[in-house]
């Protein structure tokens, strides 16, 4: 079966950015147009000038509780409504995966990590739509970039008051996650020392994967890194 830069081709398809036909679902064109890699914070996943070791806001702010963050793409025209796909078409987790595996600095910090685990939907959500999204992306990504780290899918839990994010505001959102997230009793003897990967879809302002990583640390975890498909825009400001 002939491939394309990875993404695997089994039959005649349109586009479903530009819908050009015959190609793969992202065709070449439109990864060129739409998915070239950008620098980025490795502190917040932002692009960001060269010649910099982190953004602006970051180095006001100061460390914050993610050792690194790895973003693919912004989460703009077309990327977001493939993210909205997926939430309803657990198939195109391999075709984000796939993209995903182009992350720059991926492979290096892949091979610093010790457990890999998703940011987790709450019951509801997950007995609503049937899968996690961000579990479904981690499963894809280790079949294209093996190593050594065990991914586990419920390392952390949800809690079920913890709110809907998306419809806060940046503030509210930190404040709604502070103790969102616990880790499994199960797994709380495998974390002390490990160096944590969480992988997402989407990160907005930063507050669910801060606070997923400050459970984990507090648990024991030597370090929590992040690694979302897509990254939300800052804001601009005049």
Same mark, same amino acid.
């Given at each position: 079966? #002939? ?5 695997r081709?089994s039959?005649?398809?349109?586009? !479903?950015?530009?819908a +050009?036909?015959?190609a %793969? ?5 439109? $990864? !060129? +147009?739409?998915?070239?890699? /950008? ?19 970051c180095? &006001?702010a100061g460390?914050?509780? $993610? =050792? ?8 703009? =025209?077309?990327?977001s ?5 997926l #939430? ?7 075709q ?6 182009d /992350?720059?600095g991926?492979? @290096? ?12 939907l709450? =019951?509801?959500?997950?007995r @609503? %739509? ?11 990504? %280790?079949?294209l $970039? ?11 839990l949800r809690? !079920?008051?913890a709110?809907?994010q998306? &419809?806060?505001?940046?503030a ?5 996650? !502070?103790r ?5 009793p199960?797994r ?5 020392r ?5 992988v997402?879809d989407?990160?907005?302002t930063?507050a ?12 024991g ?10 990254? /939300?825009?800052a804001?601009?400001?005049?």
């Amino acid at each position: 079966m #002939k491939t394309l830069s990875g993404l695997r081709l089994s039959w005649p398809a349109s586009c !479903e950015i530009c819908a +050009r036909w015959p190609a %793969r679902p992202v065709c070449a064109a439109c $990864l !060129e +147009r739409h998915g070239r890699t /950008t620098l980025r914070c490795p502190g917040c996943a932002l692009p960001m000038a060269p010649g910099l070791p982190r953004c602006l806001r970051c180095r &006001e702010a100061g460390p914050g509780r $993610l =050792h690194r963050c790895l973003a693919r793409v912004d989460y703009a =025209h077309p990327w977001s409504g493939l993210v909205a796909r997926l #939430k309803r078409e657990p198939a195109w987790a391999r075709q984000l995966a796939q993209l995903l595996a182009d /992350t720059p600095g991926l492979p @290096e910090l892949l091979d610093e990590v010790d457990l890999i685990a998703p940011v987790p939907l709450s =019951h509801d959500r997950l007995r @609503e %739509r049937g899968y996690n999204q961000a579990w479904e992306l981690v499963r894809h990504l %280790r079949r294209l $970039l093996p190593g050594s780290a065990l991914a586990v899918p419920d390392l952390l839990l949800r809690h !079920e008051n913890a709110g809907v994010q998306h &419809e806060l505001e940046r503030a509210q959102r930190f404040a709604n996650m !502070e103790r969102a997230y616990t880790v499994a009793p199960a797994r709380r003897s495998r974390l002390p020392r490990d160096h944590v990967l969480l992988v997402d879809d989407v990160m907005t302002t930063g507050a669910t994967l801060e606070a997923a990583a400050a459970v984990l640390l507090e648990a024991g975890a030597a370090r929590v890194s992040a690694l979302v498909f897509a990254r /939300t825009p800052a804001p601009e400001t005049d």
